[in-house]
């Protein structure tokens, strides 16, 4: 009896690793290679939490066209498959603003393009950057975007 159990055992373990290393049967090579996943499908990318910068500009002109600026910036980088996800945050008491994923892992490269940003260059917004690993198809929200985006900033 012993033994039958031990045999049930293995023959559920060797199932489950089985499952665990089978290959996915939508799997496109083409598209991995592409956006450069690894095996899971990731990629490493730098996280930017936007924070509030220094300056105070209380003007709504001058404020109304940095962040003009800042939106044309976001929506150039992006063309440029340089930005893959950015967004606002709601209301929190850490002064963070939103976030941007850059496709790059360096975060020297992520630094370069922070600094095309009009608001960053106007201090009104500072940044924390981080090493993150996600989805490769993050990549593909920019296009995912424009065709659902019915109005733009």
Request: charged fraction near 20%; include cysteine.
């Given at each position: 009896m012993k033994c039958i159990a031990a045999a049930f055992i293995i023959s559920c373990l060797?199932?489950?690793t089985q499952q665990g290393v089978a290959q996915n049967s939508n799997y496109d090579s083409v598209l991995a290679k592409k956006l450069q996943a690894d095996d899971?499908?990731?990629k490493n990318y730098v996280l930017v939490?936007?924070?509030k910068g220094t300056a105070d500009i209380t003007d709504t002109t001058q404020r109304n066209n940095i962040f003009r600026g800042h939106m044309a910036n976001m929506g150039k980088l992006a063309a440029e498959n340089k930005l893959s996800v950015a967004g606002p945050m709601g209301e929190n008491d850490k002064n963070y603003e939103g976030i941007f994923v850059f496709n790059t892992s360096s975060i020297d490269e992520a630094k370069t393009w922070l600094a095309t940003d009009p608001a960053f260059q106007a201090k009104v917004l500072d940044a924390e950057l981080y090493q993150f690993y996600c989805s490769a198809a993050l990549q593909q929200i920019p296009a995912l975007h424009e065709k659902v985006q019915k109005k733009s900033f």
């Amino acid at each position: 009896m012993k033994c039958i159990a031990a045999a049930f055992i293995i023959s559920c373990l060797m199932l489950i690793t089985q499952q665990g290393v089978a290959q996915n049967s939508n799997y496109d090579s083409v598209l991995a290679k592409k956006l450069q996943a690894d095996d899971y499908g990731m990629k490493n990318y730098v996280l930017v939490i936007l924070k509030k910068g220094t300056a105070d500009i209380t003007d709504t002109t001058q404020r109304n066209n940095i962040f003009r600026g800042h939106m044309a910036n976001m929506g150039k980088l992006a063309a440029e498959n340089k930005l893959s996800v950015a967004g606002p945050m709601g209301e929190n008491d850490k002064n963070y603003e939103g976030i941007f994923v850059f496709n790059t892992s360096s975060i020297d490269e992520a630094k370069t393009w922070l600094a095309t940003d009009p608001a960053f260059q106007a201090k009104v917004l500072d940044a924390e950057l981080y090493q993150f690993y996600c989805s490769a198809a993050l990549q593909q929200i920019p296009a995912l975007h424009e065709k659902v985006q019915k109005k733009s900033f």
